[in-house]
């Protein structure tokens, strides 16, 4: 089984920018369809964005143009750009295979606040 480790969260002011880093324990290469989902307090996990191994990416109405997903399948890295960030993108952030799902991780916090 992969495990998923997340990291790069933190406090950040609206209209600041992070960057996610999802580190799989083993090979990505295989699994076709990698995610990067949210979970804000009160509200379900939604999946915000998410990448094929050929590079075709879809994101949730409610990020685009502001979130880029990518993958290092050498690296076995799954990442998030998150620019023009906003209070309501206060999540705790998870990477996993969309569809199946693997075990999740422990997530990252991110929290836009002034």
């Known amino acids: 089984q992969v495990q998923l480790v997340e990291s790069g969260g933190g406090l950040v002011q609206p209209g600041g920018s992070l960057r996610l880093s999802c580190q799989a324990s083993r090979s990505i290469f295989s699994i076709d369809m990698m995610g990067w989902y949210r979970q804000a307090p009160g509200k379900q996990r939604e999946l915000v964005a998410d990448?094929?191994?050929?590079?075709?990416?879809s994101y949730v109405d409610s990020v685009k143009g502001r979130f880029t997903i990518s993958r290092d399948n050498a690296k076995n890295t799954v990442y998030l750009q998150m620019n023009s960030l906003k209070p309501e993108d206060t999540a705790v952030y998870y990477c996993n295979k969309v569809g199946v799902l693997l075990s999740w991780g422990q997530g990252t916090q991110v929290t836009v606040s002034s």
């Open positions: 990448i094929t191994n050929g590079g075709i990416t």
